[in-house]
Nanobody
Framework: QVQLQESGGRLVQPGGSLRLSCAAS????????MAWFRQAPGKEREFVTF????????YYRSSVKGRFTISRDNAKNTMYLQMNNLKPEDTAVYYC????????????????????WGQGTQVTVSS
């Protein structure tokens, strides 16, 4: 398995921007499809966005489409989540996850399809 560590979470005002990072170590990063999930207080963890190992395929939940952008730099073993126009409902702990279980061009959105998880980083959107 690959080891994952998120960073970049903090308090930000509504309408603000934030970039999260997920650093990976231990295996060939490009072999892993990656995703961001989030868990708001009192709610279940939910899928946010997906990126394939090569970075050519991305997928977003509808509520973040047009505001969030997922990307990866395989040379740096790092994945990113650029979040713009943040809303209070984006407040959550954000987790990055890695998977080798899918086909090369398969979009994975279920939590059970990911075998490696980070510890999470807190994003709070509030004035």
């Amino acid at each position: 398995q690959v080891q994952l560590q998120e960073s970049g979470g903090r308090l930000v005002q509504p309408g603000g921007s934030l970039r999260l990072s997920c650093a990976a170590s231990g295996r060939t990063f490009s072999n892993y499809a990656m995703a961001w999930f989030r868990q708001a207080p009192g709610k279940e963890r939910e899928f946010v966005t997906f990126i394939s190992g090569s970075g050519t395929i991305t997928y977003y939940r509808s509520s973040v489409k047009g505001r969030f952008t997922i990307s990866r730099d395989n040379a740096k073993n790092t994945m990113y989540l650029q979040m713009n126009n943040l809303k209070p409902e984006d407040t959550a702990v954000y987790y990055c996850a890695a998977s080798q279980r899918g086909q090369p061009y398969e979009v994975l959105i279920a939590q059970h399809e990911y075998e490696s998880w980070g510890q999470g980083t807190q994003v709070t959107v509030s004035s």
